[in-house]
């Protein structure tokens, strides 16, 4: 049972490089989402998805491109890497968009950017 | 927009005490709370949930939480911790982002730390 799949867990990237980190689910949910994880703030929302083409914003979208193609797949795109994205990254899904159920939640990906 | 306050950055406890950390919301016609536990070096699960009912909810691991409307509250409790507790342990309220869709927004955490 794999869950949520992050890839990779670990990256150092150099100011104005470009990734994209993978997320991937095997649950058939609707819904799934990118969070960053920063000391002392806790987690932010990037941003989310409600189903296939379907995205939007969160409260911190900027520096970052979301697509969802597959229901399976939720890929987060760096378009110009810069310092200030050094964090910690998770995906998340749900089944429904409503959160009458719970998240699930990847291992994370930790960026560094140099 | 909804929102969660965690009044408890760190809280320290002595194996086998009580605990309790702190997590106000700001005030809303319906709310669902949620309370999330990380481990080091693993992502986020789900340790309990309030929607609607009893306001009294229970979770895994021995914890449990009180919905308070008046108070606007949801404290998270457990009568004895272990060193298998120290953890982030995170509040979170389910916000409503538009066109029927629903996200949820995290308080900034407490860090639990049981001392042997």
């Known amino acids: 049972n794999a869950g949520v799949t992050q890839t990779p867990k670990f990256q150092v990237l150099k100011t104005g490089q470009s990734m994209t980190l993978q997320c991937a689910q095997d649950m058939n949910h609707e819904y799934m989402s990118w969070y960053r994880q920063d000391p002392g703030m806790g987690l932010r929302l990037i941003h989310y998805?409600?189903?296939?083409?379907?995205?939007d914003q969160g409260e911190v979208p900027n520096g970052y491109n979301v697509s969802r193609s597959t229901t399976e797949d939720f890929p987060l795109r760096l378009l110009s890497a810069a310092p200030s994205q050094t964090s910690v990254y998770f995906c998340?899904?749900?089944?429904?968009?409503?959160?009458?159920?719970?998240?699930?939640f990847g291992e994370g990906s930790r960026l560094t950017v140099l | 927009a909804q929102s969660v306050t965690q009044l408890d950055s760190q809280v320290p406890v002595f194996e086998e005490a009580p605990v309790e950390l702190r997590c106000n919301y700001s005030?809303?016609?319906?709310?669902?709370l949620f309370w999330y536990v990380q481990y080091p070096n693993q992502g986020l699960q789900l340790l309990l949930k309030?929607?609607?009912?009893?306001?009294l909810v229970k979770g895994i691991n021995g914890f449990e939480a009180e919905f308070n409307k008046s108070q606007t509250s949801f404290h998270l409790r457990k009568p004895s911790v272990h060193i298998s507790d120290t953890a982030e342990y995170f509040c979170?309220?389910?916000?409503?982002?538009?066109?029927?869709?629903?996200?949820?927004?995290f308080g900034k955490g407490t860090k639990l730390s049981v001392i042997p």
């Open positions: 998805s409600v189903g296939a083409g379907i995205t």
């Open positions: 309030y929607l609607s009912g009893s306001t």
């Open positions: 998340a899904s749900s089944y429904m968009a409503g959160f009458t159920g719970e998240l699930f």
């Open positions: 005030s809303s016609v319906s709310v669902y």
């Open positions: 979170a309220v389910r916000a409503y982002s538009g066109a029927g869709s629903y996200q949820l927004t």
